[in-house]
Antibody, heavy 118, light 102 residues
């Protein structure tokens, strides 16, 4: 069964750090482009970061660039998002997703909640 | 930067109606345009990729068209399961969403 499962969310104070993980199964993870997408409470979807299958190239949204780092371990079928210098506006549900490399994501996790307090 | 808009922002409809959602992009883009359906508390579900190709398993009452800067998603004969929020996406840009409710 194709599946993505996020973990690592929680409550943190502003300025703190969190590391999200996403465990993949049921598809060839090592050949997949992967994304992190977030959704603030009551708001729309916001693309956060993207990584190539071999991890050689990474892209970030303007609001997280310099604070968040996307990475992956293909041996462990896992995707990560290291979030530093967290701000209240980073409060959101964070989803990992498989990117079909032409701007569409066909597999999504259930999401993990990150709450940043002042 | 590319800006994306969707209209309407909210759409009130009834079961059996045909509805159309429009996504406009601030500059001409290749047809790398996707559409998603999202229900409360759930992850988005891919409906359409490359502007008009239905994802496997998506009912044929969904159709999508468009090119350049204007794209549409049409639902012909709304079903109770279709009441949700719909988003368009072009790479790192999502539209603001269209909520389809009763």
């Amino acid at each position: 069964e194709v599946n993505l499962v996020e973990s690592g969310g929680g409550a943190v104070q502003g300025g703190g750090s969190l590391r999200l993980s996403c465990a993949a199964s049921g598809f060839p993870f090592r050949s997949a482009y992967m994304d992190w997408v977030r959704q603030a409470p009551g708001k729309g979807l916001q693309w956060v970061a993207h990584i190539k299958p071999d991890g050689s190239e990474k892209w970030y949204g303007a609001s997280v660039k310099g604070r968040f780092t996307i990475s992956r371990d293909n041996a462990k079928n896992s995707l990560y998002l290291q979030m530093d210098s967290l701000r209240e506006e980073d409060t959101a549900v964070y989803y990992c997703a498989r990117d079909l490399s032409y701007g569409a994501s066909d597999i999504w996790g259930q999401g993990t909640v990150v709450t940043v307090s002042a | 930067d590319i800006q994306m808009t969707q209209s309407p922002s909210t759409l009130s409809a009834s079961v059996g109606d045909t509805v159309t959602i429009t996504c406009r992009v601030s500059q001409t883009v290749p047809n790398w345009l996707a559409w998603y359906q999202q229900k409360p508390g759930r992850a988005p579900k891919l409906l359409v990729f490359q502007a008009s190709t239905l994802e496997s398993g998506v009912p044929s009452r969904f159709s999508a068209h468009g090119s350049g800067t204007e794209f549409t998603l049409t639902i012909s004969g709304l079903q109770p399961d279709d009441f949700a929020t719909y988003y368009c996406q072009h790479y790192d840009n999502f539209g603001p969403g269209t909520k389809v409710d009763i």
